[in-house]
């Protein structure tokens, strides 16, 4: 594994644990809890990536759409955009772990 997929996994695992606080908050209904998580999310993605970043452009519209959800109120929404996420981001984790194989 190169140096720069380590990176990559790394920076992946640091959104995960994230959303392993975010996911519960949404379930349940706490909805401040759910954007205070959603914020770092954001704002790690920021630190991580860059905003110029490919990597921030993709995920940025599905955080964002899950900030907006929050914001509206619309926790069952945010939760279920939020799981899609997750799963997304694993899956991407698979992608670069199998690359290095």
């Known amino acids: 594994m190169n140096e720069q997929q380590k990176q990559a996994l790394s920076a992946l695992d640091i959104q995960l ?3 392993g606080v975010l996911i519960p908050a949404l379930e349940r209904q706490d909805d401040d809890k759910a954007h205070e998580a959603v914020t770092i999310l954001l704002t790690q993605a920021l ?3 860059g905003p110029e970043h490919p990597v921030f452009q993709q995920f940025f519209p599905v955080m ?3 900030e907006k959800r929050i ?3 619309d926790l069952e929404g945010a939760l ?3 799981r ?3 799963g997304q981001l694993h899956e991407v984790k698979e992608i670069i772990a199998q690359q290095s194989c």
């Open 17 to 19: 644990e994230t959303m």
């Open 47 to 49: 630190d991580l990536y």
């Open 64 to 66: 964002d759409t899950i």
């Open 71 to 73: 914001s509206s109120h």
């Open 80 to 82: 279920r955009q939020a």
């Open 84 to 86: 899609l996420f997750l």
